[in-house]
């Protein structure tokens, strides 16, 4: 695998992803029974903006860099539904914007003593630096393997709560970016089988419209046919930061399986902002919707 997150770490696409995931754990956190976390494809943990990669690449200035300056003065409900990723943000980086948190770390931060993560890392330079980046955390269990083939063995989890992130690297060689879409469908179908009742969230990118239309539209059905998942519970939610183009970055998003009640009206809230905030050209947009609901600008 030649993908390395460092190049792209908090992108406008880590800002979508992130916010939607940290909405999710907020809302498990609103209940006292434990939960578990489960990344299947982890990286590193924890990345620093000055660092070699984002210095070559510095991706985050027009993410996680715009917002930052920014957010302070946010309508009220755009700042409510940042704050759970923000806060784990602004917690790391209380001398001025330096590092930027992954998926496993929002999560270690955001959940409680009981609760459980599950974190897996095929890459072994990568996998090492996850482990040095979540320390001796006993809530924390990190493999070097295949998320997609270590999904089965983790569901249902014992705590009967929690959320999944399928989130692959979606690389630009020839075919893979169509075999990461195929696995991500492989993925849910095993793992709503197994656990009907999880969050699920699927991060993939928008390159083509077409692709992801029809991605989304597989996924949805198996959710809610095969799955039992209710219509309403499975959520959209993209922000594209220029008019679509195939071959290059213009958007990325998640879907979202039994979606916890209340994240949906937080990226309605955010989203219109984010897409102001975040846009690099001509035909930015944002959409959130459901196979009930359907809000788009």
Not at 6 to 34: I, M, S, T
Not at 151 to 175: I, K, M, Q, S, T
Not at 208 to 227: K, N, Y
């Amino acid at each position: 695998m030649n993908y390395r997150h460092a190049f792209h770490a908090g992108n406008f696409a880590d800002v979508v992803k992130h916010v939607a995931v940290a909405l999710c754990l907020d809302r498990l956190n609103q209940k006292a029974a434990p939960y578990r976390y489960i990344d299947t494809h982890a990286g590193i943990g924890v990345y620093d903006l000055e660092g070699d990669e984002a210095e070559r690449s510095p991706e985050w200035k027009d993410g996680v860099g715009r917002v930052w300056g920014a957010v302070g003065d946010a309508p009220d409900p755009v700042r409510a539904a940042l704050a759970p990723w923000l806060g784990v943000v602004q917690e790391m980086n209380s001398m001025g914007l330096r590092h930027y948190p992954g998926s496993p770390f929002i999560a270690s931060r955001m959940a409680r003593s009981d609760d459980a993560l599950r974190l897996c890392e095929l890459h072994e330079p990568s996998a090492a630096l996850l482990r040095e980046a979540m320390g001796r955390d006993l809530r924390v269990k990190i493999e070097q393997r295949d998320g997609f083939d270590a999904l089965p063995a983790y569901l249902p989890p014992p705590e009967r709560r929690g959320l999944v992130l399928v989130d692959p690297p979606f690389e630009v060689a020839a075919g893979a970016r169509k075999a990461d879409f195929d696995w991500m469908l492989k993925a849910a179908r095993a793992g709503v089988k197994r656990w009907p009742q999880g969050v699920y969230v699927f991060w993939r990118p928008l390159k083509d419209f077409d692709q992801v239309s029809a991605f989304d539209g597989e996924l949805a059905s198996m959710l809610i046919e095969e799955g039992g998942v209710a219509p309403e519970k499975v959520l959209v939610a993209d922000l594209w930061v220029r008019t679509i183009s195939e071959g290059k970055l213009g958007g990325a998003g998640v879907v979202i399986a039994n979606a916890p009640f209340g994240v949906a009206e937080h990226l309605y809230a955010a989203l219109p902002w984010l897409c102001e905030r975040l846009a690099q050209g001509e035909g930015a947009g944002w959409r959130v919707e459901s196979p009930s609901a359907e809000a788009e600008n």
